[in-house]
Every structure is written in structure tokens, then in C-alpha cells.
């Protein structure tokens, strides 16, 4: 069992920066691909970045790409998302998530553990 805690959250203008901090419980969670996704108000989860077990491989969504970074500590046991130049419609709850597979994918039902989330506001 994985409990995942978000961080980091918060309200932003338009051109900012947030760094969204994700840290889990239990000793696998080096094992553990991990991905970060997000939820507008009226729109479907999406897909935003993920990272391989080792942290030696990334995926990103397109609309995030060059933006966004992610990286994790397995010492620390948590993953982080940088977010740079950030734009309105970054605006969303983000949820981090552990996957079994240890790879750093974008399907969301590959995924076993999620957390509560962690809401991010970004002003015009």
C-alpha cells in the first residue's frame, strides 16, 4: 500500500512558477512509476507528466512540454513538478499518482495509487 500527499499548491499570475511536491509512504516506492495529472472544473482528468522508476525517463503532455519538469528524490521518497510560465489554462486540481509497472506512463487506469490532490490556481 502507497498513500500519496500532495503539496505545493496555490494561486499564481499568469508568467509564474509553482513547484508541486508529491510524497509517499512505504519502502517500494523507488519501484513506483509516477505521474502527475490534473482535472479542470467540467473537463476529464488529463495526463501531465510522468517518470520512469529510475527517474531515467519522462513523458510529458504536449500542452506542458518545455514548461513543465519532473523529477523525483527516492531518497526522499516524493516526486516534483516544476511548473514554469504558467498560463490560465494550467488552472486544475493535480493529483499524483503511483504506478506498479514502474514505468512513467500517460494511461491513467495503470496507475494503483492516487492522492487527494492539490489545487492550482493561475490568475490573468
Known amino acids: 500500500q502507497v498513500q500519496l500527499v500532495e503539496s505545493g499548491g496555490g494561486l499564481v499570475q499568469a508568467g509564474g512558477s509553482l513547484r508541486l511536491s508529491c510524497a509517499a509512504s512505504g519502502r517500494t516506492f523507488s519501484t513506483y512509476g509516477m505521474g502527475w495529472f490534473r482535472q479542470a472544473p467540467g473537463k476529464e482528468r488529463e495526463f501531465v507528466a510522468a517518470i520512469h522508476w529510475s527517474g531515467g525517463r519522462t513523458q510529458y503532455a504536449h500542452s506542458v512540454e518545455g514548461r513543465f519538469t519532473i523529477s523525483r528524490d527516492n531518497a526522499k521518497n516524493t516526486v516534483y513538478l516544476q511548473m514554469n510560465s504558467l498560463i490560465p489554462e494550467d488552472t486544475a486540481v493535480y493529483y499524483c499518482?503511483?504506478?506498479?509497472?514502474?514505468?512513467?506512463?500517460?494511461?491513467?487506469?495503470?496507475?494503483?495509487?492516487w492522492g487527494q490532490g492539490t489545487q492550482v490556481t493561475v490568475s490573468s
Open positions: 499518482a503511483a504506478s506498479r509497472t514502474g514505468l512513467g506512463i500517460s494511461t491513467a487506469s495503470l496507475y494503483d495509487y
